[in-house]
């Protein structure tokens, strides 16, 4: 059995926090760089953990399907690829950083969609990082490495894509579809030059892969993660063309080559833990009534805009997201505890339900983060008296 072969025995599959090159965010820090890529990626695995878990026409879930079918799973990854952002990325002063991607389910192929009648128009995913943990983890060095992997762990890797941009009533609407699909074939370009890297003499990454699906959307999250350095369309204004670039050594940390060290999560004691679960779950409440609220209606006014003549509807949706159960807790490799929450539409007031938008989706799910937080001092349960009253002259 080969080394790489034997590696793959303790590969488990996990999110890797990202480190994009800081070529198009030169005026940003380096671990706020290191803090979006890392969310962005969150996002990513997010966005499609929620396809897959999509069933099909015949009851099957998408992962399912796409395990009998090697070349709908890759248009399905293709297709996700052209996730826009839809909000963010927002960098807290705590260290979090946060951004929202939305992805068109009309951009599935027909034989795709035809198997997904319930699947809602538009699907947005949440990702959440620390800023500092994800620095940490793309600048903690690899262990030994084969030779052929040192070969390409420091050269750069980019791509290129380009696109028609479409004759259209509206020309930015059409460049910016141009753009989407731009993105979609430099990533869907990057994986391939990925899957070309040589892990041995007679090993490509393409075929340990093959070996190990489940670390697939790992790879596709490591080229979402890729930092876009240029963009441009031609003078005739009918081609689009960017390029993306990463470090390969993103790969090695991805399939956990070389006993790479990930940034392990701050062991929480009890106390450090609770803090950190409620500060996620008042941060995950929050930022779902700000989404609710940001909603927007058929008469173009935001759900908060409504709410401002609505006393009662603005109260009702105020309770549902103080309310809203705890769907999931986590803590990611970086110490990131994650709460998930989520409202069902069918939920929100009637009056409020027949002004929302028809392609919004029936669920509206969210991320809360909350970072270890240092133990609390011991507070002295003793209150302070009141001062010595000065003795009279003469009294001992």
């Known amino acids: 059995m080969t080394r790489v072969l034997k590696l793959s025995l303790l590969l488990s599959f996990a999110g890797s926090l990202l480190c994009a090159p800081a070529a198009s965010a030169a005026d940003r820090p380096r671990d706020e760089v290191c803090g979006l890529a890392a969310a962005r990626t969150d996002a990513f695995m997010e966005l499609t953990a929620r396809v897959y878990g999509f069933h099909t026409r015949g009851g099957r879930t998408v992962a399912e399907l796409l395990d009998r079918d090697k070349g709908l799973r890759d248009d399905l990854n293709a297709a996700l690829r052209r996730a826009r952002v839809f909000e963010g990325p ?127 959307t790992n790879i596709n999250a490591a080229a979402f993660g890729a930092d876009l350095v240029s963009e441009s369309v031609d003078r005739e204004a009918t081609t689009y063309k960017v390029k993306v670039l990463m470090m390969p050594e993103t790969v090695v940390r991805v399939l956990k080559l070389g006993d790479f060290r990930l940034a392990q999560a701050t062991t929480l004691n009890p106390i450090q833990m609770q803090l950190a679960r409620a500060d996620s779950l008042r941060d995950a409440r929050e930022t779902l009534r700000r989404k609710v609220f940001n909603f927007p209606l058929r008469n173009k006014l935001t759900l908060a805009e ?56 029936e669920n509206i799910t969210t991320i809360g983060g909350g970072l270890p937080v240092a133990q609390p001092l011991p507070v002295d349960e003793k209150k302070p008296g009141k001062a010595p009253e000065a003795q009279p002259e003469g009294k001992e």
């Open 90 to 216: 927002i960098f807290e002063d705590s260290g979090l950083v946060r951004i929202t991607i939305e992805f068109d389910t009309n951009t599935f192929t027909y034989n795709l969609r035809s198997k997904l009648p319930k699947m809602p128009r538009y699907i947005r995913a949440d990702g959440v990082a620390d800023k500092k943990a994800a620095l940490a983890a793309a600048t903690t060095p690899p262990g030994e490495l084969p030779q052929d992997v040192l070969a390409w762990t420091q050269m750069s890797l980019d791509a290129e894509g380009e696109a028609a941009v479409k004759p259209a009533n509206d020309p930015e609407r059409a460049k910016q579809a141009a753009r989407q699909q731009a993105m979609a074939n430099a990533f869907t370009e990057l994986v391939k030059k990925i899957g070309q890297l040589k892990l041995e003499p007679s090993v490509t990454v393409e075929e340990f892969l093959a070996l190990h699906d489940d670390l697939r």
């Open 306 to 361: 409504y709410a401002q003549k609505n006393e009662d509807a603005k109260n009702a949706i105020e309770m549902l997201c103080r309310r809203v159960p705890i769907d999931n807790v986590e803590v990611t490799d970086d110490g990131v505890v994650k709460t998930y929450v989520s409202i069902a539409v069918r939920d929100l007031p009637r009056d409020v339900r027949g002004l929302l938008a028809a392609d919004e989706p």
